[in-house]
């Protein structure tokens, strides 16, 4: 006979959107032990797993803390209402919760404020007379003291599954309401603020009745999808402010014929550790939350172009590339050369570049190992009694995607002086720079091999370049000068970590592509107004580079850039930075809200026209 021996899942807290897949574990009837589904349509001896998910509802409503969202909230703050943000984000868990988020939430409310319609006395009835803290205390049920400050929607729990079996519970009023079958259950918005129950039983297929004591598992409170607050668009030629991604990317992209690329390092797998980031939850470090809440991310940026980087090889093939398909992207990938033991199994990472099927067409891919490069090099240039340690240091497993892409549409916009019928192409670059502070030369190495790389193709055609990616170099070090300015100063200090002499003279460490880096460039414009304003103070004086893009506990600053040929394409919009109030109570990366450590990078694009000939 089949029988469960054990249920369990990797997190007891339930988030909406994220699926819950249990570890069931089984005896089948020959005593075999498997984790295998045993579905009605597969049965095992005549015997088959029936797991049915239930809400477990009662009266009570609860309130979630927008800041800590596996806790019930006790206060809110009434400016968040009066600012008529949303409901969820006005709830806190404790005083100092309240406190350590007031900068981030008065943001907010400036943010909000040309929204509001001043009308005290209708203000008055809804939110009531708030105090000079700002907060109004929450009863034990989770509704507030003030009238009309629990709406529905607010907690998102109001509704009842309509099509579910409703089953009366024992004691404390409490009901129960089928909402799912099968061994996994995504959780809705029906869902928040109430525990979930899973229960799986053998079912005999002959009598399709259950055989033995079912077993039962009880979740926390389903607890809603944090959501991080929005980025915009800076457009070049405005001086009013920022650009809505949701209202205007699509539409722009169709008039002016610009197109968007996106850079950003999503965290693999498997370097999220709890011993690495053990500031971030646990059920927020978890692959089954950080891959839904990615993905919303990048989707919502709506690019053209995707490049992404620490993309682990099997989230590639079973999560990434078929979720982006259903979204209009076509997918190349390459992955590291060697792979990692997590501590359960060997994984691998990589750079991923997608591309709108709709805007572009794949051409031709180069795929740069530089250990390929090392292993050339070491053979032509250094001593052979210095083989080895040179392979040591130079034998890293990082890698290059390069894809020459070919507009469907025109990219150039508008211009008489075009030559009619020429095919636009594009070149993209996507890399993952060795990451290790005490091997600048083998960084320096790293890139001017890519930018060697990079230049042959320019010699054999005209064409725009983009080169993006985690270059792990912050602005001043020798590899993002070699990149911004086309050279490294022989004086440069980084050159003495070339124990192995294998980047001297210095002189050729140079290139012509005329490669500028987006975020740098902007912050150089003469513009005016809020955005500008807003944009250049989140940005480096001196370097004119983001303030940081990698945000953890140890390190704040900048490694990832967005460079392109300025000669070639001109930059009509760039997405707006983040700043510490920007990522809430803590400047820790990831959090709840951002799954990675990065930040992601985007700008908007048009190619120069080109005269005719």
Not at 202 to 212: E, K, L
Request: with cysteine.
């Amino acid at each position: 006979m089949l029988s469960v021996l054990r249920v369990h899942l990797p997190s007891d807290i339930p988030i909406v959107g994220c699926e819950l897949c249990p570890y069931v574990l089984l005896r089948c009837p020959d005593n075999s032990i498997t984790t295998d589904d045993v579905p009605e349509s597969s049965p095992i001896d005549g015997y088959f797993l029936r797991c049915r998910w239930y809400r477990i509802q009662n009266d009570k409503r609860v309130a979630i803390c927008s800041v800590h969202p596996s806790k019930p909230a006790t206060l809110q703050c009434l400016g968040c209402l009066k600012a008529k943000l949303p409901v969820s984000k006005s709830y806190h868990c404790s005083t100092k919760c309240f406190a350590d988020a007031w900068r981030h939430h008065r943001s907010m409310h400036a943010r909000a404020s040309n929204a509001i319609r001043e009308n005290g006395t209708e203000e008055d009835e809804l939110f009531g007379q708030y105090s000079s803290t700002g907060t109004t205390i929450l009863g034990s049920s989770g509704s507030s003291a003030v009238s009309g400050a629990t709406t529905a929607g607010g907690f998102g729990n109001g509704s009842i599954y309509t099509n579910s079996a409703r089953i009366s519970e024992q004691g404390n009023g409490e009901t129960c309401y089928e909402v799912g079958q099968g061994k996994t259950y995504t959780p809705t918005a029906d869902d928040v603020g109430h525990a979930l129950k899973l229960e799986c039983v053998a079912v005999s297929a002959a009598t399709v009745m259950a055989v033995g004591t079912p077993s039962t598992l009880f979740t926390s409170r389903v607890i809603p999808a944090p959501s991080p607050t929005p980025r915009r668009m800076i457009p070049v030629n405005s001086l009013d402010g920022l650009t809505s991604l949701d209202a205007d990317v699509d539409g722009r992209v169709a008039v002016s014929g610009t197109f968007t690329l996106l850079s950003y390092n999503i965290l693999a797998d498997l370097y999220a550790t709890s011993d690495m980031y053990s500031y971030c939850p646990p059920w927020a470090l978890s692959w089954t939350y950080r891959r839904q809440n990615l993905l919303r991310e990048i989707l919502a940026y709506k690019a053209d172009i995707l490049c992404l980087q620490e993309v682990q090889s099997d989230h590639f093939e079973e999560f990434f590339a078929p979720e982006l398909d259903k979204h209009g992207y076509a997918a190349v990938y390459k992955k590291k050369t060697v792979e990692l033991f997590t501590g359960t199994a060997y994984a691998i990472d990589g750079c991923a570049t997608f591309f709108r099927r709709d805007r572009f067409s794949l051409v031709k891919k180069y795929e740069v190992e530089f250990n390929k490069a090392a292993q050339s090099l070491s053979e032509a240039l250094v001593p052979s009694s210095q083989r080895k340690a040179a392979l040591s240091r130079l034998l890293k497993d990082n890698v290059a995607l390069i894809v020459v892409l070919e507009a469907l549409d025109s990219i150039h916009g508008p211009d008489a002086s075009i030559s009619p019928g020429k095919c636009q192409l594009l070149c993209v670059a996507n890399t993952h720079i060795h990451a290790n502070p005490e091997l600048k030369d083998v960084k320096l190495w790293q890139v001017h091999t890519l930018l060697k790389g990079l230049e042959k193709i320019a010699a054999s055609a005209d064409i725009p370049m983009l080169v993006a990616g985690d270059f792990n170099s912050v602005p001043g070090s020798a590899p993002h000068n070699l990149i911004a300015t086309g050279r490294v100063d022989p004086a440069h200090p980084d050159l003495a970590a070339d124990v192995l002499g294998i980047l001297r003279p210095a002189s050729k460490l140079c290139h012509q592509l005329r490669l500028v880096s987006a975020y740098s460039a902007f912050s150089r414009l003469p513009g005016v107004g809020p955005a500008f304003e807003q944009q250049r103070q989140r940005t480096d004086s001196g370097s004119k580079e983001p303030l940081f893009t990698n945000c953890t506990r140890d390190f704040l600053g900048t490694l990832d850039y967005i460079f392109y040929t300025a000669d070639s394409l001109a930059m009509e919009s760039l997405l707006e930075l983040l700043d510490e109030e920007s990522l809430h109570k803590d400047t820790a990366l990831p959090s709840p809200e951002w799954s990675s450590d990065h930040i992601a990078l985007l700008a908007e694009f048009r190619c120069k026209p080109r005269p005719r000939r």
